[in-house]
């Protein structure tokens, strides 16, 4: 479903991504692991389309489409969501209007007509419900005055109404505790299917105990320097980034 | 409008706000007006209370003048002032605005709050905010801000599939939302999705 080669990127005049090749199939897991500053960030940026970062050469294709060709919102419509590593603040902005203009925003590029207003309270109200957050959560201001768990668990709250094909989850196990992170690890296991893709964006392992990923890639000064299975976690976890 | 008596309009409007009244005014400017707003009220009674709201939207040519002067002649008078406005095309807006806290007039507290976006690089804006204060036990604060959208915002929300032109929207309506009259919401709104 996603396929990157040679993705070279830049912000200003300095070339982070050095040439990365990744494939991603239907309802596979993959993690991408790598110390401070090897260029996870800027993969999740230029796969979402985040003005700043220049694509230098390569291409990226998702579902048969030329995504770098798409605005950050058309990626939205084509399934894609990025859970933020520091989610932004909206003053004056509820969950609900939020929510509200996200989903019919997309509803009407896929020509589906708009939820209607008790549908989509239904909607909202489960969702927050199979990730316990508090039904008053969806009153307050997108991630104003929110704890770094808050802003976590509303990331995958948005995930969850938004149903991706591909999830990509930028550092999401940073800063939570073990009980944010397994309602985290559930919300996100909970939608896995066999046609649903994740990158887990990560430079430790405790996510990954609880989200099993089939790929693990090691990313490291702009490229990937090894592919392999979950044994890969274990010996990044006793060995560190140095080995490769 | 508020209880406070309207005095002499010689040159603006001018208002006198006596003890225990309080006086509230309302201005919004609406994309394709040029307005001179200028208002001075004095606090002449003890426990007056002030509280002024404005709002412009501007994306032409507008030339938008807003004054106020803002007299605390007597003791414990709370005024609150805030200004908030958005600038786009060749606006022209610039705010003057006086707080002056008289000799004795101790437990004033005063207020004055301007922030405004610009969105164009061709958009004026000036802001004047000045405090003068001749007694001690006072509460005074003033802020004032230009900006522009906030980038950040914007990604996030184009991220979650809200096309870039309603989400500058909904952010401009937060951004107003303090000062926008009850019940004129949906103009207001109307109003920004045309800037």
């Known amino acids: 479903m996603l396929s990157i080669q040679n993705l070279h990127a830049a912000i200003g005049d300095k070339e982070i991504l050095k040439g990365i ?15 401070n500053g090897a260029g996870k960030s800027t993969l999740s940026a230029v796969l979402t389309g985040r003005p700043d970062y220049e694509v230098t050469d390569g291409s990226v294709t998702f579902m048969g489409r030329n995504l770098l060709e798409m605005s950050p919102e058309e990626r939205s419509w084509a399934g894609i969501f990025l859970s933020f590593q ?31 207003a008790g549908e989509f309270l239904k909607l909202q109200k489960e969702k927050m419900a199979q990730l316990k957050m508090n039904p008053d959560f969806a ?14 668990r509303n990331e995958i709250f948005q995930m969850a109404m938004l149903e ?20 985290v690890a559930d919300g996100v296991n909970a939608l896995r299917t066999p046609e649903r893709s994740s990158i887990i964006i990560t430079h430790y392992h405790k996510l990954l105990e609880y989200v099993q990923p089939d790929v693990v890639h090691v990313l490291k000064a702009g490229r990937i320097v090894k592919t392999g299975g979950r044994e890969l976690i274990e010996a990044i976890e006793s060995k560190g980034f140095d080995q490769f | 409008m508020g209880h406070g008596r309207y005095i002499d309009p010689i040159c603006g409007s001018h208002y006198k706000v006596a003890a225990g009244e309080t006086l509230q005014l309302t201005y919004v400017v609406l994309p ?22 404005a709002l412009y ?18 003791k414990n008078c709370h005024s609150r002032q805030l200004i908030k406005g958005i600038a786009g095309g060749s606006a022209d807006v610039r705010f003057d605005g006086v707080i002056v806290v008289a000799p004795g007039a101790d ?25 003068e204060i001749y007694a001690d036990d006072v509460k005074c604060s003033h802020g004032a801000t230009v900006g522009r959208l906030g980038e950040e915002e914007l990604f996030y929300m184009r ?30 709104a109307a109003a920004l999705r045309k800037l």
Do not use: C, W
């Not at chain 2, 437990?107 to 405090?131: D, F, M, R, Y």
């Open chain 1, 139 to 152: 009153k307050r201001e997108v991630n104003v005055g929110f704890s770094g768990g808050e802003k976590k």
């Open chain 1, 164 to 183: 991706p094909v591909l999830s990509i989850l930028d550092e999401t196990d940073s800063g939570l505790d073990v009980d944010a992170l397994k309602i």
């Open chain 1, 86 to 116: 520091y989610p932004v603040e909206i003053p004056g902005v509820s969950i609900t209007a939020f929510m509200k203009a996200a989903l019919a925003a997309r509803r009407k590029a896929q020509g589906l007509p708009e939820l209607k």
């Open chain 2, 159 to 188: 991220s979650r599939g809200i096309p870039e032109k309603e989400a500058k929207v909904l952010q401009m309506l937060s951004f107003v939302s303090p000062v926008v009259p009850e019940g004129r919401e949906e103009e207001i």
């Open chain 1, 21 to 35: 090749d990744l494939t991603i199939g239907p309802g596979e897991v993959h993690a991408v692991m790598g110390p």
């Open chain 2, 107 to 131: 437990g004033t507290e005063a207020l004055q709050e301007n922030h405004n976006i610009i969105l164009s690089e061709t958009a004026k804006v000036e802001t004047l905010p000045q405090l």
């Open chain 2, 32 to 53: 394709g007006e040029s307005r001179d707003i200028d208002v001075a009220v004095d606090l002449t009674g003890e426990g007056a209370n002030l509280e002024i709201k």
């Open chain 2, 57 to 74: 939207l501007s994306r032409a040519d507008e030339k938008v003048r807003i004054r106020t002067l803002v007299h605390h002649r007597v």
